[in-house]
Each structure stands twice: as C-alpha cells, then as structure tokens.
C-alpha cells in the first residue's frame, strides 16, 4: 500500500538537514501481538516517508514513539452489555501516555474506537488519531467503490467503518452471522492464544466466501489480529487486502514529521 | 529456542487465577526496527510463559509493558573515539521510563551494554537486564561449549561477549577483520536503511565463513538487528542460531510475572 504522501507541508529537507520531529504514541495491548506488530509497521512508515523526503534514514533520524500495551477488558464484550469498562481503562492508560509528552496517539485496535470520540474529550491537548476514518479517506483517494469488511463482532456493532464508508459513497459487503463468529473464533481461539495456523483458516474461509458472493471486491482486514495470519496465506496472494493498521502507522508518521 | 521456565517461583496458578504481574519496560531505538521486533518476541515469551504454567492467554492476561523509542548516538561510533553520548541519552530515557513504574528494563541492543554498568547505578531501583550475561547464562544450561559471534564492531571492541563466554569456558569464534566489515555493511547499508536483501546477503556470507572455518558451530546473532534477516535465510535453516534478543525477552518476561 503506497502512503499518501506530501512532503510540501514538511520543512523542506536536505541531504544535510533532518525533519523536524514530535513525540508520538500508541496504544496497544488489544492485543499486544498486534501492538507490536503496529510498532513495526509505524517504524516502515517513517522510513519510507524519509526515503520519500530525501532524507538519509538511520537510528537518529526516527522520531520519539512510545508504545503502552496495558491489560483493557474485552471490546467486543462490553459493547455486547453496554459496559463502559474499556473506556476507562483506555482513558486512564491515556492520560499516562500524555505524561511523557506525546503529541498524538494511534490506538491498534479497530473497536477500541467505538469510545473515540469520549477519549478525544478526555485528552483534549493529544489527537487521537481515528483509524476507520483514516481508511476511508485512504480508500476515497484510491477511488475505491465497494469493499468488503473482516472485522469483530463489536466493530460490526458499532458501524463505525459501515458509516464512514456510506458517507463516502462506499459500499460495504459484510459476512453473513455465521462467518462472523468464525472470524471472532479466529481472532479469541486463534490470535489471541497464539494458535496462527488455526486463525489463518478461518479468516481465509471468510474471505473466499465473500469473494465468492461479491466478486474480487478489496476486503479491509478490520481487526488488528486478522493481518498478523491472512496476509501471508497462500491464497491471500490474488487479493487485495487493506490494513487499516498500516494506514494509520502512516498516518501516524505523518504527524511525527509534522514539526 | 526453548524458555527455560520455572514456574515454582511464581504464585501457583489455576485455571482461573491469573499469575500476578509487575511493569516493565523495554529501551529501544537502537534501532527502531528492532526495537519493534523486541515486543514481538516479549509478547511470544509472555504467551509461552502462561501457557507453560497452564494459565489462560488473553488480552488481559499479559503484563503491562513499555517501549520506549528514543533516537540515542550511534554506539559503536562512540566506543571507537571514547564518546560517552549515548550514555547520557540512554541514561535520560530511563529515567524518564522511570517514571512510568517499570521495575525491569531490556535494552534491545547488544552494544549499548558497553554502558550497562553505568547506566544500572544511575537507576539503582531498577533492574537494568543483561544481554550478553543473560545470553551466556541460556547457553550453560544448554551446556554448549562452542560458539561464533556475529557483532559489531562496537559490541567486539568492548569484548562484552567474549569475556562472560571465557568465564563460563565458553570457546569463542570471531569473524576476521574483513568479515566485521561485511557485517557493519549488512547493519548500516542494509538493515537500518531497510534494504533487507542486502543485509541478509552479507550476514550469510559471514556466517557461511565462519561455519567453513570451525566447523557448524552455534552462532551467537549478537546486534540486535542481524536475526530480522539472517533468521529467514534458505542457508540458516541448517545453522543453530541464539538469537539474544530472544533469550534477553524472556528474561524480561520471567521479571514481569515474578511478582
């Protein structure tokens, strides 16, 4: 996925001089696997975006990034009893990470964001990036007009890429009850205890079938554990597969370089 | 490689209770990429852990843990003219993890141990993990007597490895000059730029040296940055590699559940 770059708005760089930088943060732990993994994929962000500006990458020239992976209750779960426990284990963690002086945070974690716009309130001097709205304005440049979405019971719950999406004129093809339960069996059995081959299964069962219904429509891996297993099945290789993860690692640069 | 796991010392688990966990933190940076394949390999050795003590994995399950990516001078820059920068870098960001609660740190980097002494008594209430002792600790138990190092030339010229290796009467093989030089290429031309290809071809070369040399000895991937491409080479699939890296997470690992 090429990042959507423009360096205009970026002191202008040199080979001799360095972007300027700010301290960025991201909270992870939903689950950690995939919080490490978004430190990978915000550590290519940057380095792509420094090839892209000229600048010479090495270890100096990264910004300041803190990653805090904390225990948060289940998402899906509280949103099934309108529990608003992972609020405030989310907005506590936040307010943590405001003390070392980041400036924005990405959170790598697709349903968390059923409470973003309560937590922007509660940290109103930080942004807090909004992933499902980052993907859209991802899949509006790409000029996309219909996807297909892999995502959690919760975030099917919340509509929060269902919305989005509509509004940009997109349509969305979402699996039938069943196969959600097959990717949430994926994710809790799979991902989430560390079973890879298992999860890679059923996330690859759920997307040939909504392939097979809709057509070789781009599937949005809505879930930050689904691309820890389906981007390397063998099958996934004909696919188009959009990381929301890795959008918002780019996105998330963005602001790091946005001195 | 296996985790050598204790669990008597731990709080005696069951299936619903959860083994008790403390914060610790992780100093990365050196470089960011590896830094974000140091979480990785925490979270794997947190999840190993559980499973081994027969507690459930999930999301709340593992313990809070912080990365810290702070750009910190070049280490092995330093060693060769007597610099003392990246110690105070490095010393700033621990005490600003300090702040935070951790009671253990990991630094993913080899070479930053050149200052680990230093560093440990400006945060006496925190214990700073050693990479190198960690990493000889693992190979007496497995009772090995015979290594290569693949380092750079920062981590050979303080002799950290080849001192706790000869202590545990651990014969040690070191590439020759030439081969220091391939590597300090593979590290600075390839892994840290994020040309891939090159680094692996120049980490193989030496490896395949050293093997032709002495034999198929273990080899130690002593900077943190030769296992994100040396791991996944065709050739390495019939070398024994200690990835201390690795070994060092779940030492972190084994200080979160200590409770």
């Given at each position: 996925?090429?990042?959507?770059?423009?360096?205009?708005?970026?002191?202008?760089?040199?080979?001799?001089?360095?972007?300027?930088?700010?301290?960025?943060?991201?909270?992870?732990?939903m689950g950690p696997a995939a919080g490490?993994d978004?430190?990978?994929?915000?550590?290519?962000?940057?380095?792509?975006?420094?090839?892209?500006?000229?600048?010479?990458?090495?270890?100096?020239?990264?910004?300041?990034?803190?990653?805090?992976?904390?225990?948060?209750?289940?998402?899906?779960?509280?949103?099934?009893?309108?529990?608003?426990?992972?609020?405030?284990?989310?907005?506590?963690?936040?307010?943590?990470?405001?003390?070392?002086?980041?400036?924005?945070?990405?959170?790598a974690c697709n349903t968390?964001?059923?409470?973003?716009?309560?937590?922007?309130?509660?940290?109103?001097?930080?942004?807090?990036?909004?992933?499902?709205?980052?993907?859209?304005?991802?899949?509006?440049?790409?000029?996309?007009?219909?996807?297909?979405?892999?995502?959690t019971?919760?975030?099917?719950?919340?509509?929060?890429?269902?919305?989005?999406?509509?509004?940009?004129?997109?349509?969305?093809?979402?699996?039938?009850?069943?196969?959600?339960?097959?990717l949430?069996?994926g994710i809790y059995?799979g991902v989430k205890?560390?079973?890879m081959?298992?999860a890679?299964?059923?996330f690859?069962?759920?997307?040939?079938?909504?392939?097979?219904?809709?057509?070789?429509?781009?599937?949005?891996m809505?879930c930050t554990e689904i691309p820890l297993t389906l981007?390397?099945?063998?099958?996934?290789?004909?696919?188009?597969?959009?990381?929301?993860a890795?959008?918002?690692?780019?996105?998330?640069?963005?602001?790091?370089?946005?001195?």
């Amino acid at each position: 996925m090429p990042a959507a770059l423009d360096c205009s708005t970026l002191a202008a760089p040199s080979a001799a001089s360095e972007l300027p930088t700010r301290i960025v943060g991201i909270l992870g732990g939903m689950g950690p696997a995939a919080g490490a993994d978004f430190v990978r994929l915000f550590v290519q962000a940057c380095a792509d975006r420094m090839q892209q500006c000229g600048q010479a990458v090495n270890d100096q020239t990264f910004p300041e990034h803190w990653l805090m992976q904390v225990p948060v209750p289940d998402r899906t779960q509280a949103l099934s009893s309108a529990d608003d426990a992972p609020l405030e284990a989310m907005a506590r963690a936040l307010g943590r990470l405001e003390t070392v002086g980041v400036c924005a945070v990405a959170m790598a974690c697709n349903t968390a964001h059923a409470w973003h716009d309560e937590l922007q309130a509660r940290i109103p001097l930080i942004e807090l990036l909004h992933m499902p709205r980052e993907v859209v304005a991802y899949l509006r440049a790409l000029r996309l007009r219909e996807v297909g979405l892999l995502a959690t019971q919760g975030t099917y719950r919340t509509g929060l890429y269902e919305a989005a999406l509509a509004q940009a004129g997109i349509t969305c093809h979402l699996p039938y009850e069943a196969e959600r339960e097959t990717l949430m069996r994926g994710i809790y059995d799979g991902v989430k205890t560390g079973d890879m081959a298992y999860a890679q299964s059923c996330f690859v069962d759920v997307a040939q079938r909504l392939i097979g219904r809709h057509g070789d429509v781009p599937l949005i891996m809505g879930c930050t554990e689904i691309p820890l297993t389906l981007t390397s099945a063998p099958q996934a290789a004909k696919w188009t597969l959009v990381n929301p993860a890795q959008v918002l690692a780019q996105a998330l640069a963005s602001r790091a370089y946005a001195g």
